[in-house]
């Protein structure tokens, strides 16, 4: 079994739990970013002082390396305008590293696009809605659809996606879209491209766009339709749970966030600063960190319907919905489906 985006098995999860290693790191390189998403998780990006500098993100990777990272995952702001790219690319790949970008697609040109595919960097375009309307609305930016179809074109263009060049479309589930969802997974199927369907973090710009929202029994009947389609149509089983489609979220066994600032967090939806790595070592943060060592732990310790749900050996729900609807990111998942006994789910 696989868990946490298809890629590390529940073997390997375990042996990194009982070491105090990781398998990857989420950083973000700069909070700075041309599009002003609708559920975005980042409440402000207009004031973006104190980010960590190259020497800062290059120490804090190589220190990821020491505790056994293999993988980084850029995310932003949007890594695409970031003037040093480039640069971290190559130190990356110099590393070892498997690295895996985010990217609304606006700096994703010709020219990037063939340093992405020599780089063997496996690309996340974000991408909500084939409809051009709804894709700009909820990117915040008129253009929007015109900029991420271009950007796929280039990627296209550079080889992707084929065998050793990953492309996945990031997709949030929300009212102006779930309707073309079902089509848009069969399409992205054909395509060879990996779908990134996930449930909206109840957090930032989300909240207060609660226009965005799906409730868990609409959620529940995407799923399940969603799986239906795999299993029919590709030969693809999975059981539908939250918040990821087709996927288990564990990442808070094997990863963490370092935030542009140097805050490190459990990940984008546990926004509980553990520490910032300019005042103590990556290591020393997670190793005495009680929210991560909590979230290791977390049969003994996730609290209500999640702690008694049948799936608990695999999942603990969304632990960023469960901190940013209740307060206390071991309190049960409210946004999952099976949490909705009293409206007769």
């Known amino acids: 079994m696989q868990l946490y985006n298809l890629e590390f098995t529940e073997e390997e999860i375990k042996k990194a739990v009982a070491a105090d290693r990781l398998l990857s790191m989420e950083i973000e390189f700069s909070r700075i970013c041309n599009f002003r998403c609708s559920y975005c998780y980042v409440p402000e990006k207009k004031e973006c002082n104190g980010e960590l500098s190259k020497a800062e993100i290059k120490d804090v990777i190589l220190q990821a390396k020491e505790l056994g990272a293999g993988k980084i995952i850029i995310l932003g702001g949007e890594p695409s305008i970031y003037p040093h790219l480039v640069e971290m690319i190559s130190f990356l790949g110099e590393q070892g590293f498997e690295i895996e970008m985010f990217t609304n697609g606006t700096g994703v040109d010709a020219k990037l ?11 996340v375009l974000k991408l909500n809605s084939r409809d051009r309307e709804i894709q700009d609305l909820l990117a915040g930016r008129t253009g929007a659809f015109d900029i991420i179809q271009a950007a796929f074109a280039h990627l296209k263009e550079a080889g992707y996606p084929s065998q050793g060049l990953f492309l996945a479309l990031s997709t949030v589930i929300c009212q102006q879209n ?16 990996e779908p990134y369907f996930e449930v909206i973090t109840p957090q930032a710009n989300a909240v207060t766009n609660s226009w965005l929202s799906v409730d868990g029994h609409k959620l529940k009947e995407l799923f399940t339709r969603l799986s239906e389609i795999d299993r029919e149509k590709y030969g693809r089983q999975w059981e539908p749970q939250p918040p990821l489609v087709g996927n288990k979220c564990m990442r808070h066994q094997v990863s963490c966030l370092v935030t542009a600032g140097g805050d490190v967090t459990p ?10 790595i300019r005042n103590n070592s990556l290591a020393h943060i997670l190793k005495n960190s009680e929210v991560v060592n909590n979230l290791k732990n977390f049969r003994e310790m996730i609290k209500g319907e999640c702690r008694d749900c049948d799936k608990a050996e695999e999942c603990y729900g969304c632990r960023g919905a469960a901190y940013q609807l209740t307060g ?4 049960s998942d409210p946004t999952c489906w099976r949490n909705l006994k009293s409206e007769g789910s």
């Open 113 to 123: 696009a063939k340093i992405l595919a020599d780089a063997r960097v496996r690309v």
């Open 178 to 193: 779930i309707g073309e969802l079902p089509d848009m997974w069969q399409w992205l199927r054909d395509e060879g491209i």
């Open 267 to 276: 990940c984008v939806g546990v926004t509980i600063p553990l520490d910032n």
């Open 328 to 331: 206390d990111y071991l309190a």
